[in-house]
């Protein structure tokens, strides 16, 4: 079983007595907060929660599994969440 981002909007909805269409808005902001702090390379670290960051990954050569031909991976750069100790102490209970 897992949580959408629907279940997740009426949950934050239900949580502070707001509208869903309140709470639609400000995950939306959350967000979009989150993608423009990574995209101008900045980290955003939550106390308790996590941190968010992006990792860049070199180019590497691979191999293409329906032909085994060798191919060449461009480098790329990946978004990661990295979880606090509250929040993995919260999951452990």
Avoid: C, W
């Amino acid at each position: 079983m897992s949580m959408n981002k629907a279940d997740l909007v009426q949950a934050i909805a239900d949580r502070t007595g707001g509208s869903k269409s309140e709470a639609q808005k400000h995950f939306d902001a959350f967000t979009e907060a989150i993608k423009d702090a990574l995209k101008s390379g900045e980290d955003v670290q939550i106390t308790g929660f996590g941190k968010f960051y992006v990792q860049e990954r070199a180019a590497r050569e691979g191999i293409n599994p329906q032909n085994k031909q060798k191919i060449n991976i461009p480098a790329s750069k990946v978004p990661k969440f990295t979880a606090g100790n509250a929040l993995k102490d919260a999951i452990k209970q």
